[in-house]
Each structure stands twice: as structure tokens, then as C-alpha cells.
């Protein structure tokens, strides 16, 4: 955190060396205040918004829309214990994924698990929005 502190205020004086020392120091003030607020995120937080990004963009667009939905939705009510289970879910092949959630093969039993059984709900409950008639 000191160095990215310094970095900023090098490039504060050597950027704006025609300004005071005290919109030098506001800036230095600023940045504290930024690096302080910006690295309280706990780690359930990070891990969250690592599973969206990830669940939002998949190699294949089926899983994108299914399992970015599914996330939209439900990563903030999940548990810690249920977002490390997402977490080794999603590290899988898409095609096993996409199967696996479709329930058109088994899934191996360390993914049998609460989150896999909330996807396919999610899933069999059309989560794109499309009537079926």
C-alpha cells in the first residue's frame, strides 16, 4: 500500500509540480482514503464478485446465459461453503457443465452437491424468461 501511495504522489509532483503543498497533500489525503476504503472488501465479498464475472463469461454461450443468470440471481444469498462448491464447479470443462446442469449425464459425486441442485432448479424454471407452451 506505501509503495502505490508513493507511486501516486511522484507522479503528483511530477505531474502538477506547479501546484501548492496543499492540494499536494489533498491528494496524498485522497488516495489514503481510496486505498483504506477499497481494501476492506472481505474475502466472501471477492469471492463473489470473481463468480460473476466467471459465470458471466463462459467459453460457450449456453452456460454464459444459464449459469450468468443463475449468479445474477442467487451468489449473494449463497453460503461460504456454497460459493467454494460453485468455485470447483465452474473451474470444470464447459461441456460437462452444461450436461451436468441439464441433467443429461451424472454428475461425479464431488459435484453433487446443494449449489449444482439449485442450478437445475434455476434451470428447469426458465431463467432466460421464455414462455413454454
Known sequence: ???????????????????????????????????????????????????????KERGMLENDLLLGTFATMNIQSLTEQQLKDYDLLIQQPDPDILNWILEKSPAPPEFETDVLKLIQKHVRNDPLGYTRK
Open 1 to 55: 500500500m506505501l509503495q502505490r501511495i508513493s507511486y501516486i504522489s511522484r507522479i503528483s509532483t511530477s505531474t502538477f509540480n506547479k501546484t501548492t503543498t496543499s492540494s499536494s497533500s489533498l491528494l496524498k489525503k485522497n488516495a489514503l482514503f481510496y486505498y483504506s476504503t477499497t481494501t476492506n472488501i472481505s474475502e466472501v465479498e471477492k469471492l463473489r464478485k470473481k463468480l460473476l464475472y466467471q459465470s
